[in-house]
């Protein structure tokens, strides 16, 4: 039996602690999307962000109008550690660690000032981590630390609500400040948008219990990444599987090929992080997204599995099982899952492939030679930024098998037609757009292969006039979204 005098009280240094918490790995879009899941907890209906830039008197302000705190459970929720993960929680609860409202925070700025009202009273807590650093001592106060804080607060107009207001933005706004900081600053509030849009998604679509929430004065719109709306999307059914006696729910969706979206269908549907980037899994716990995209290091991202999406939703009694993180922004399937998921994947990357490559041939009668290459395309949908545009499978058996036929030179002939014929190919042409204004890529390695392969062709078959095949080259749109300079660049150091 443990005896009083074996034990000592170890307590946490202040100062070093918080400095730690600080480097959990937020950023600001999943910051703020911490901090919005203890609005929903509260049952708020309307959630009103203000993001605003002031230098260093920058400022975050997230108001709800959720059911408030009494004093008892605000000095519990300004707590680190406030809550046991091991508890059991609500099924609809997104809370998990008691860490959230804080961590979120203080990953953002030094001063976490919480006005809370619940039964016509309001109370008030303040996190003051400049304070912490010079005292070292776990100490919060009752109230706001100056009157521009509590000017920043305002009021609760609601019968119950809370403000969090998040100052002194160390990690958002740094020194020096100019123009291009302000700039950085008006983009950040673009992606957040963007993100809210998409992991609350579900919450801001609902006709019953629906969710708004408003970023400096603009109502967010929901993303939903399964493109539901369009009757071109194939909609698999549900899968339910029981995962350590907690339910799991898949469902693959198949968006519509291209050609049945318009230009604006097409930049919604391809979502905040762009085709590549949205392809895969998305992991749902209670309506909350956690993952948006990827292959859970299953597959890897490939062009024609863009159109693939798999919703899966897991409840909250399955975090541990899951790995979810502290952020809610990481999710590791069960080594029971993983076999399910990648028979589940392997089906919608197949599904993708056959909306994605629009086949051209069809096949021919009998046991030909040719029945060999009926099922490879001849196509290739290329994602760039400018665009879908259109490439020659140069992998068909058919083209491989000539290829060995042909030497060097011939095939390095036969490699500038293809060029040429992609280039003008009435597909590409239409899919070029025009351009508002040049914002310009780097030349990546395929490109970079295929100017050395063109400028070689160029001086072996031409007057080895260096200006005239640079000119030519520079011609091309394929390369259109190049700076002309570091191209121009490029051809000469390799000349």
Same mark, same amino acid.
């Given at each position: 039996?443990?005896?009083?005098?074996?034990?000592?009280?170890?307590?946490?240094?202040?100062?070093?602690?918080?400095?730690?918490?600080?480097?959990?790995?937020?950023?600001?879009?999943?910051?703020?999307?911490?901090?919005?899941?203890?609005?929903?907890?509260? +049952?708020? $209906? /309307?959630?009103?962000?203000?993001? !605003?830039?002031? =230098?260093? &008197?920058? #400022?975050?302000?997230? @108001?709800?109008?959720?059911?408030?705190?009494?004093?008892?459970?605000?000095?519990?929720?300004?707590?680190? +550690?406030? $809550? /046991?993960?091991?508890?059991?929680? !609500?099924?609809? =609860?997104? &809370?998990? #660690?008691?860490?959230? @409202?804080?961590?979120?925070?203080?990953?953002?700025?030094?001063?976490?000032?919480?006005?809370?009202?619940?039964?016509?009273?309001?109370?008030?807590?303040?996190?003051?981590?400049?304070?912490?650093?010079?005292?070292?001592?776990?100490?919060?106060?009752?109230?706001?630390?100056?009157?521009?804080?509590?000017?920043?607060?305002?009021?609760?107009?609601?019968?119950?609500?809370?403000?969090?207001?998040?100052?002194?933005?160390?990690?958002?706004?740094?020194?020096?400040?100019?123009?291009?900081?302000?700039?950085?600053?008006?983009?950040?509030?673009?992606?957040?948008?963007?993100?809210?849009?998409?992991?609350?998604?579900?919450?801001?679509?609902?006709?019953?219990?629906?969710?708004?929430?408003?970023?400096?004065?603009?109502?967010?719109?929901?993303?939903?990444?399964?493109?539901?709306?369009?009757?071109?999307?194939?909609?698999?059914?549900?899968?339910?599987?029981?995962?350590?006696?907690?339910?799991?729910?898949?469902?693959?969706?198949?968006?519509?090929?291209?050609?049945?979206?318009?230009?604006?269908?097409?930049?919604?549907?391809?979502?905040?992080?762009?085709?590549?980037?949205?392809?895969?899994?998305?992991?749902?716990?209670?309506?909350?997204?956690?993952?948006?995209?990827?292959?859970?290091?299953?597959?890897?991202?490939?062009?024609?599995?863009?159109?693939?999406?798999?919703?899966?939703?897991?409840?909250?009694?399955?975090?541990?099982?899951?790995?979810?993180?502290?952020?809610?922004?990481?999710?590791?399937?069960?080594?029971?899952?993983?076999?399910?998921?990648?028979?589940?994947?392997?089906?919608?990357?197949?599904?993708?492939?056959?909306?994605?490559?629009?086949?051209?041939?069809?096949?021919?009668?009998?046991?030909?030679?040719?029945?060999?290459?009926?099922?490879?395309?001849?196509?290739?949908?290329?994602?760039?930024?400018?665009?879908?545009?259109?490439?020659?499978?140069?992998?068909?058996?058919?083209?491989?098998?000539?290829?060995?036929?042909?030497?060097?030179?011939?095939?390095?002939?036969?490699?500038?037609?293809?060029?040429?014929?992609?280039?003008?190919?009435?597909?590409?042409?239409?899919?070029?757009?025009?351009?508002?204004?040049?914002?310009?890529?780097?030349?990546?390695?395929?490109?970079?292969?295929?100017?050395?392969?063109?400028?070689?062709?160029?001086?072996?078959?031409?007057?080895?006039?260096?200006?005239?095949?640079?000119?030519?080259?520079?011609?091309?749109?394929?390369?259109?979204?190049?700076?002309?300079?570091?191209?121009?660049?490029?051809?000469?150091?390799?000349?």
């Amino acid at each position: 039996m443990t005896k009083i005098e074996d034990t000592e009280i170890s307590i946490p240094s202040a100062a070093p602690l918080i400095g730690s918490l600080r480097s959990i790995g937020y950023d600001l879009e999943t910051a703020i999307a911490d901090i919005v899941d203890n609005s929903i907890d509260a +049952g708020c $209906k /309307n959630i009103d962000i203000t993001m !605003n830039w002031d =230098e260093d &008197g920058s #400022f975050i302000r997230i @108001l709800d109008d959720g059911s408030g705190m009494d004093r008892e459970s605000l000095t519990a929720a300004m707590k680190l +550690g406030s $809550k /046991n993960p091991e508890s059991i929680r !609500n099924k609809s =609860e997104l &809370g998990r #660690f008691g860490m959230g @409202l804080k961590t979120a925070s203080f990953s953002l700025g030094k001063r976490l000032t919480v006005l809370t009202k619940k039964n016509q009273t309001t109370n008030i807590r303040c996190w003051d981590l400049d304070y912490i650093a010079k005292e070292n001592k776990w100490e919060i106060f009752l109230f706001p630390r100056d009157e521009i804080s509590i000017e920043r607060l305002g009021d609760i107009e609601t019968e119950s609500g809370t403000v969090v207001l998040i100052e002194q933005l160390d990690r958002v706004v740094k020194e020096p400040f100019s123009t291009a900081k302000q700039k950085s600053f008006f983009n950040k509030i673009g992606k957040v948008r963007s993100h809210l849009g998409m992991i609350f998604h579900r919450y801001l679509s609902r006709i019953d219990k629906k969710i708004y929430i408003s970023l400096n004065g603009n109502l967010v719109e929901g993303w939903d990444p399964f493109f539901n709306k369009s009757f071109a999307t194939l909609i698999r059914p549900v899968d339910q599987y029981m995962i350590y006696d907690s339910p799991v729910s898949v469902r693959i969706s198949i968006l519509p090929h291209f050609s049945k979206l318009t230009e604006q269908e097409y930049e919604q549907a391809g979502g905040p992080k762009g085709w590549s980037a949205q392809q895969g899994f998305y992991i749902y716990r209670n309506k909350r997204m956690l993952i948006s995209g990827g292959w859970l290091g299953l597959f890897n991202r490939e062009d024609s599995a863009n159109l693939a999406r798999i919703e899966i939703d897991i409840q909250n009694d399955a975090d541990f099982e899951w790995n979810i993180d502290i952020k809610k922004s990481k999710a590791t399937p069960p080594s029971e899952m993983k076999a399910i998921l990648e028979k589940i994947g392997a089906e919608a990357r197949r599904l993708s492939h056959e909306v994605y490559y629009r086949r051209t041939v069809t096949g021919v009668g009998g046991r030909s030679t040719l029945q060999l290459y009926q099922d490879e395309y001849l196509w290739e949908q290329v994602s760039k930024n400018s665009g879908i545009h259109f490439r020659i499978n140069k992998k068909h058996t058919l083209l491989r098998e000539i290829r060995k036929e042909l030497d060097e030179k011939l095939n390095n002939k036969l490699d500038y037609y293809f060029l040429l014929l992609e280039e003008y190919s009435p597909g590409n042409l239409y899919a070029y757009p025009t351009k508002a204004e040049e914002k310009y890529i780097e030349l990546d390695k395929e490109q970079q292969q295929n100017v050395l392969q063109i400028t070689q062709l160029l001086k072996d078959t031409t007057e080895n006039n260096q200006d005239i095949i640079i000119q030519h080259i520079l011609s091309f749109e394929t390369f259109s979204s190049i700076d002309p300079k570091e191209l121009k660049k490029f051809i000469v150091e390799n000349w």
